[in-house]
């Protein structure tokens, strides 16, 4: 725990469209890779009686406020709850929680078809439905998803359907945050990682009797190698190719007797086989090397990069990118009942995986299983009994769809 200044207001809540004061008591941010990212705030108000319906589903932006000409950190998002608490002698607590706005996915459900649409599409599309404009997203992508044929939503949420086709495709998503909005970025490569606001190159400074850093620094870092698989094997088969060999598969440079072979890949060509294998060595490839760490810096974030440096262990010197971050800070001087309990303090912990290792979600999203049989209407041009195609097969819609 950082001691930041005593009796100053370091940490700031500011609800859009809102007059209110609210003064931040403490908050906890937890932020991952391909995560949804979750602010909890204590605030407290002189009003005892907040309109709630003027609150909830606002925007709310927590302000970090740095020394000098440091930049400061700005996290924004969607309040999606808010907690009435106790009322002192001046204030009355709250507390709030601030989600990113496709949370709002969570607990939209649907059942339908895509065809002849990619990953990207499919996405665009349904943060499109959102009311997401398109400067509150982006792309960045080195390997543009191919079209589906067809994609099935079955009793799934949104977010959970689109959580798992980018795993599949191996798109990761993360958050950039800035006064006044948030940013979706979805990628596939390292480019679509930047450094950490301010200084990145951050100093291991380990904490002794009577020294004491004056920038930021981190103050504790653990590194972890473990054995994983080194080889990948997707086989699958085209019955409009049945000579055609599909198969693709991708080593490691360690451990390649350690091989994860799977059927069917779900490609058709060879080419989209390796592919996906690559991208599933990578999924597993990619946790082999992972650091933890403490650190004071205020703008570390998953999603970004930084180099440490003055690490005892030289080849522990390098740049990391960040994929768990979690950070708590407190100010009790905000209460008057509180007011000699000392100043604004901050913990930060992280983890990290060294940059020059492609990042690959985890499939963690788990695909609807049909139940069953189930009927549907056939379906084709007007005149014909039962419309086939030249391979014997017939159209039909489902009841659901």
């Known amino acids: 725990m950082q001691t930041l200044a ?115 599409d499919i996405v665009q599309k349904i943060l499109k439905e959102l009311g997401m404009p398109g400067d509150e997203y982006r792309f960045v992508l080195q390997n543009d998803p191919p079209k589906r044929e067809y994609c099935v939503q079955y009793r799934e949420s949104e977010f959970d359907f689109i959580s798992r086709l980018l795993e599949e495709e191996g798109i990761f998503y993360f958050f950039e945050h800035e006064e006044n909005k948030h940013t979706l970025v979805m990628g596939d490569s390292p480019s679509a990682h930047k450094a950490i606001k301010g200084e990145s190159q951050i100093i291991f400074h380990e904490p002794r009797p009577g020294q004491v850093a004056d920038e930021a620094h981190i103050y ?23 000579a055609l060999n599909l198969k693709g598969d991708k080593t490691a440079d360690k451990n390649t007797d350690l091989e994860v072979y799977d059927y069917p890949g779900k490609f058709e060509e060879p080419g989209r086989g390796k592919q996906l294998a690559k991208v599933r060595l990578e999924e597993y490839q990619s946790v082999k090397k992972e650091g933890s760490g403490a650190t004071t810096c205020t703008h570390f974030a998953a999603g970004f990069f930084f180099t440490m440096k003055k690490y005892p262990r030289d080849d522990f010197n390098k740049k990391y990118l960040l994929t768990q971050h979690q950070l708590s800070a407190s100010q009790p001087q905000v209460l008057e009942e509180t007011a000699g309990e000392g100043g604004s303090s901050f913990s930060s912990s992280f983890e990290c995986i060294p940059f ?46």
């Open 220 to 242: 504790t870092f653990n590194y972890t190698e473990e054995i994983l698989s080194g080889k990948v094997t997707l086989k699958d088969y085209n019955f409009k190719k049945p």
């Open 356 to 401: 020059d290792v492609p990042y690959r979600p985890d499939r963690v999203t788990p695909k609807p299983v049909v139940e069953g049989s189930q009927t549907a209407i056939v379906v084709g041009p007007k005149g014909e009994e039962i419309y086939t195609n030249e391979h014997g097969q017939i159209k039909v819609q489902f009841h659901w769809d």
């Open 6 to 120: 005593a009796n100053l207001e370091r940490y700031l809540f500011k609800v859009s469209g809102s007059d209110e004061e609210l003064r931040v008591l403490s908050f906890g941010i937890t932020e991952g890779i391909s995560q949804l990212f979750s602010i909890d705030l204590e605030i407290v108000a002189e009003n005892d009686a907040l309109d709630f319906e003027q609150i909830i589903g606002q925007a709310g932006a927590l302000t970090i406020q740095q020394y000098e000409e440091e930049e400061s950190r700005y996290l924004h998002g969607i309040i999606s709850r808010l907690e009435q608490g106790a009322s002192g002698k001046t204030f009355t607590t709250y507390s709030a929680t601030v989600v990113p706005k496709i949370w709002y996915l969570m607990h939209r459900h649907n059942c339908r078809i895509f065809q002849k649409m990619s990953v990207r």
